[in-house]
C-alpha cells in the first residue's frame, strides 16, 4: 500500500537562519508552507508574509453583540414583562443596568475569542502528518523547521529538495500521511 506524500521538512540551525530561508521561500512563490520553532520568533509573521489575523474584529463584534443582548434583554423585561416604577424613576434607566451590560460583553469577547481561534486554527485537530517525524520531535525543543505542502503548485519532490537543501536546510525528509 503506497502513502500518500504530505510534504518535505527541512530542519535549520538558528532562528536568524530559518527568517532567511523563509524569506526566500515566500519570495519564491510558496504559498502552503509553515514554520516550527520552539518558542516565538519574532519576525517570522512579516517573512512568512502573514497578514495581520482578524480575530480581533471577531472579538470586537462578540463584545458588541454581547453588551447589545444583556442591555436588550434588561431593556425588555424593565418595560415590557415586569414594568415596575420605583420612586417614581422611569421604568428603564439605563444607568443601573451597566454592570450587565458589561459582564456580558466580557463573556461575549471571550466566546467569541475562544470559537474564533478554535476555528481560525481549524481545530481540534487530533492528528497530522508532521506528527508521524521522528525529527520534527525536535521542534518543541532545539530545532527550527521549515515544511513545504505538497499541495502547493509550485511543489516538485525533487526540485523542492534541491531548493531547500540550497537555502540551508538540512535533514531535509519527506513527510508521509
Given amino acids: 500500500m503506497s502513502q500518500r506524500i504530505y510534504g518535505l521538512l527541512a530542519r535549520f540551525e538558528s ?8 524569506i526566500k521561500v515566500r519570495d519564491s512563490g510558496f504559498k502552503k508552507f509553515d514554520c516550527h520553532t520552539p518558542y516565538p520568533v519574532h519576525g517570522l509573521d ?46 428603564f434607566s439605563w444607568q443601573a443596568y451597566m454592570i450587565i451590560t458589561f459582564v456580558l460583553m466580557v463573556l ?12 481560525l486554527n481549524k481545530m481540534p485537530a487530533y492528528h497530522h502528518p508532521l506528527f508521524n517525524s521522528e525529527l520534527f520531535q525536535r521542534s518543541t525543543d532545539d530545532s527550527f523547521f521549515i515544511s513545504i505542502e505538497y499541495k502547493d503548485s509550485l511543489f516538485d519532490q525533487d526540485n523542492t529538495i534541491d531548493f531547500l537543501k540550497s537555502i540551508g536546510g538540512t535533514d531535509i525528509e519527506v513527510i508521509s500521511e
Avoid: C, D
Wanted: positive net charge; charged residues 10%.
Fill in 46 to 91: 512579516e517573512a512568512m508574509g502573514l497578514k495581520r489575523s482578524i480575530l480581533g474584529y471577531i472579538v470586537g463584534i462578540g463584545a458588541f453583540g454581547g453588551a447589545a443582548l444583556g442591555l436588550l434583554l434588561q431593556w425588555y423585561a424593565s418595560t415590557s414583562v415586569y414594568p415596575i416604577v420605583i420612586s417614581g424613576k422611569p421604568y
Fill in 108 to 119: 461575549g469577547g471571550a466566546l467569541a475569542s475562544l470559537l474564533g481561534m478554535f476555528h
Fill in 15 to 22: 532562528p536568524e537562519a530559518l527568517i532567511k530561508a523563509t
